[in-house]
């Protein structure tokens, strides 16, 4: 079993920067890929970024490519999600998640994912 904890959210001013971390315990992750989504109300759940737990491989949609920063720690005890020029469109609630082999191959699909943190509110104001 899985359990991941985000934290790091909050109100920023556009133009802003926040640093999102999940933490993860339960299992070893040298075999998984952790993921960012976000989920504002009314809309999807949407991809923001994935890092291969293994090689350090990073994707990310156009939408935050060059803005967003995922990284993972030496222990492969956490993951973040670093956020800048933050735009008011980025207000979701943002969830960590973690995924194996089906993950990896396409880290952009959220159903991909079977462990999910609890999610962290991140608000941009204007």
């Known amino acids: 079993q899985v359990q991941l904890v985000e934290s790091g959210g909050g109100l920023v001013q556009a133009g802003g920067s926040l640093r999102l971390s999940c933490a993860a315990s339960?299992?070893?992750?040298?075999?998984?890929?952790m993921g960012w989504f976000r989920q504002a109300p009314g809309k999807e759940r949407e991809f923001v970024a994935a890092?291969?737990?293994?090689?350090?491989?990073?994707y990310y949609p156009d939408s935050v490519k060059g803005r967003f920063s995922i990284s993972r720690d030496s222990a492969w005890k956490t993951v973040y999600l670093q956020m800048n020029s933050l735009k008011p469109e980025d207000t979701a609630v943002y969830y960590c998640?973690?995924?194996?082999?089906?993950?990896?191959?396409?880290?952009?699909?959220?159903?991909?994912?079977?462990?999910w943190g609890q999610g962290t509110q991140v608000t941009v104001s204007s």
């Open positions: 998640a973690a995924g194996g082999e089906a993950a990896a191959n396409r880290p952009s699909l959220r159903w991909e994912y079977p462990y």
């Open positions: 339960g299992r070893t992750f040298s075999k998984y890929v």
């Open positions: 890092i291969g737990w293994r090689d350090g491989s990073t």
